[in-house]
């Protein structure tokens, strides 16, 4: 596609994937037919990644973000979604890392376009895409339209009430021309979050966020605790800190004198979030030894790390984008009755423990996805605690959900 050209859509739901050399935040805004948001509940990024017929999924860094559109469960009144995309690094223009948009059927993948928008050089946000309405029919359209001051300029030219210092707020600056049928009328983004997000991205903040995106934490000041749902990058001084580690994981029984026998895994994926293969203590070695596990702990009795897996990040293939560490119960016992469970991750030449999250909360369940290990498109890794229960005895039944929470 080119700037401007639009196409029919031939399918009620569709997905918009915006990739480049870089990691970008991709949002979307749900217009009405003057171009404003009806509410804050209309604008989906990564703090509210659903609405109403809109969903936002992240790419983790190992795959591009997305906004999905279902045509047929978008509320009256609303005719265009707006897919926006910036520089997940703070400051960071569009000069030379142009982006390119996959319009794709929902269902089925089918690739229906791309859209790649041309000459870009300040910019440091865009309006990439549009799905819109138009006598009754759903169509997209390429749009391009560039912003140099970031997500706080898209957030402005649509109307959001940015929460930041007066710049901010400042009026949007177009970069290059909007196209014909773009509106540029004002909306009003979620408070608390588009707090966050409004100035392209936020800058890196001590260790509380939310959310992955909201202020990326390193290792600068040593040794980092995470909540849930926070991201940590591996980095220190601006360079890679670390070529191997170890992520070790403990847990003791919550009721004394009762043995509690869980299975610590591993699981590799590639870019394209396919399962690469599997380390637990029925294989204690994958990707050629880049991978190893320290074998099964029967009781979970004991101080320290029940299971230990071994990373060498430096001999990892570059098909091995995202680790899922895994903990599950074979013998049904759930995690409530389950104590202190929690990860961290060492740097395996000098046994310093570097990221540690302890899990804080249970459920019935027999399964637990407690960390992952990213690769970014830049080569660092970052790490995130995850926290989240499935129902699965075994590492074989966390291989479709931990590639889903990539």
Known sequence: MTPGSNIPLPTARVTVDVAAPVRLDVSGLLLTADGKVRSDDDFIFYNQPAGPGVTYRSGGGASPDSITVDTSAVPPGIEKIVVTASPDAAGQTFRGIEPTATLRGADDQAVLATFTPPQLGDETALVVMEIYLRNGQWKARAVGQGYANGLAGIATDFGVTVEEPAPAAAPATPVTPPQPAAPQSPVTPPAPPMTAPAAPPVPPAPPAPPA????????????????????????????????????????????????????ASVIAYGPQRNHVDSCYFGKLQIVNGAIRHSGDNLTGEGAGDDEVITVD?????????????????????????????YCRLIDALTGEELVRFDLTSAEPQTGVMMAKLIRQFSGEWEMTAMGEFVKSRTVRGMVKPAAQAL
């Open 212 to 263: 992955p995106s909201s202020g990326k934490i390193n290792l600068d000041k040593g040794r980092v605790s995470l909540q849930k749902n926070q991201t940590v990058s591996l980095m220190k001084g601006g360079q890679p800190l670390l070529t191997q580690v170890k992520m070790g994981l403990g847990w003791e029984p919550a009721y004394r004198g009762k043995d509690i026998d869980l299975d």
């Open 313 to 341: 990040l430096g001999r990892l293939p570059m098909d091995v984008t995202g680790l899922v560490f895994t903990v599950n119960s074979f013998s049904g016992q759930k995690f409530t009755e389950v104590a202190k469970a």
